[in-house]
């Protein structure tokens, strides 16, 4: 069965503190895999990943996919309290005719000041 | 643009209630998305159209939930009847593509 494991569940930073979350899969038709922040409404996209070794960076948040080892991980350097978020990653999901985003349980960030 | 409009934002019922949620997609996206989240199972994909054709249901909980795109700037998912366990955040998105998909703000569905 696919599945997408994130860790840790929830994370408690000071401000400043460089944070590293975790996406695991095991997918069958892996086609890419994506990051997501939640705030307190709606997910809104970070980053998409395709090939293994090559960051995606975006201000102090970077990301990186390793295809072999089946993860990705998503890097925050000098967290803000703007960062407090619950961070979720998804993989595209392509089968037949259907093409989707699975998506992990999420990782709660909490940046203290 | 004003983004995925869902209404209503908070709906309460009893048991046995008709519930029925509404999205309004980004004009110009072909894709639209429904989705539920709990603390227990996270973020579910329950149906998704293109061009206001379903193409997968499979994340579809059971007969009680029902989801039509009558066209391209409209979409409802309805439960009925409705459950204390459909108590949930339901997410609408549309996207041009599957990958970078825009989220509505979510409704808040609370069934007692």
């Known amino acids: 069965e696919d599945k997408v494991v994130q860790s840790p569940l929830s994370l408690v930073v000071h401000e400043g503190d460089t944070v590293t979350l975790n996406c695991s899969y095991e997918?069958?038709?892996?086609?890419?895999l994506l990051w997501y922040k939640q705030e307190k409404k709606a997910p809104t996209f970070l980053f998409m990943l395709?090939?293994?070794?090559i960051e995606k960076k975006s201000g102090r948040l970077s990301s990186i996919l390793d295809k072999k080892e089946l993860f990705s991980i998503l890097n925050i350097t000098a967290t803000q309290t703007g960062d407090s978020a619950v961070y979720l990653c998804?993989?595209?999901?392509?089968?037949?005719?259907?093409?989707?985003?699975?998506f992990g349980t999420g990782t709660l960030l909490a940046v203290q000041p | 643009d004003a983004g995925v409009i869902q209404s209503p934002r908070h709906e309460v019922t009893e048991m046995g209630q008709e519930v029925t949620l509404r999205c309004k997609p980004i004009?110009?996206?072909?894709?639209l998305f429904w989705y539920r989240q709990t603390m227990m199972r996270g973020l579910e994909l329950l149906i998704y159209f293109n061009n206001n054709v379903p193409i997968d249901d499979s994340g579809m909980p059971e007969d009680r939930f029902s989801a039509k795109m009558p066209n391209a700037s409209f979409s409802t998912l309805k439960i009925q009847p409705s459950e204390p366990r459909d108590s949930a955040v339901y997410f609408c998105?549309?996207?041009?593509?599957?990958?970078?998909?825009?989220f509505g703000p979510g409704t808040r569905l609370t069934v007692t």
């Open positions: 997918v069958t038709n892996f086609r890419s």
């Open positions: 004009s110009g996206h072909d894709y």
């Open positions: 998804a993989y595209k999901y392509y089968g037949g005719a259907t093409n989707k985003l699975i």
């Open positions: 998105a549309s996207s041009l593509t599957v990958y970078e998909q825009y």
């Open positions: 395709t090939s293994s070794g």
